[in-house]
Nanobody, 125 residues
Framework: VQLQASGGGLVQAGGSVRLSCTASGDNLYYYTIGWFRQSPGKEREGVSCIKISEGTIYYIDSVEGRFTISRNNTENTVYLRMDNLKPEDTAVYYC???????????????????WGQGTLVTVSS
């Protein structure tokens, strides 16, 4: 599976950004797609995941209600809509695909097999 992430940029606090992750090489229906982020000096953090075949979606507490993960099956693309952005959301965001389930204890980077290249989101205060 090859992943192409895009959509990052510079946005003011309170603004919105939509990230895209387009996959090629396989259909994502039976996989879990996760979004992760990493800030300088910090470990990579799982943010959200979706698994269509199981009907599951998960968000970490700090983004619940502000971020929305969704999928376009036709285009084999997963989106992360980020609203009401805060400076602490500044990070390189990565999409990843794995065979694990999507729930609180599985949004861990080692469980994901394929990774996109990352896209930078900078939120100014």
């Amino acid at each position: 599976v090859q992943l192409q992430a895009s959509g990052g940029g510079l946005v003011q606090a309170g603004g919105s950004v939509r990230l895209s992750c387009t996959a090629s090489g396989d259909n994502l229906y039976y996989y879990t797609i996760g979004w992760f982020r990493q800030s300088p000096g910090k470990e990579r953090e799982g943010v959200s995941c979706i698994k269509i075949s199981e009907g599951t979606i998960y968000y970490i507490d700090s983004v619940e209600g502000r971020f929305t993960i969704s999928r376009n099956n036709t285009e084999n693309t997963v989106y992360l809509r980020m609203d009401n952005l805060k400076p602490e959301d500044t990070a390189v965001y990565y999409c990843a695909v794995g065979s694990n389930s999507c729930w609180r204890r599985s949004i861990l980077a080692p469980l994901y097999n394929w990774w996109g290249q990352g896209t930078l989101v900078t939120v100014s205060s």
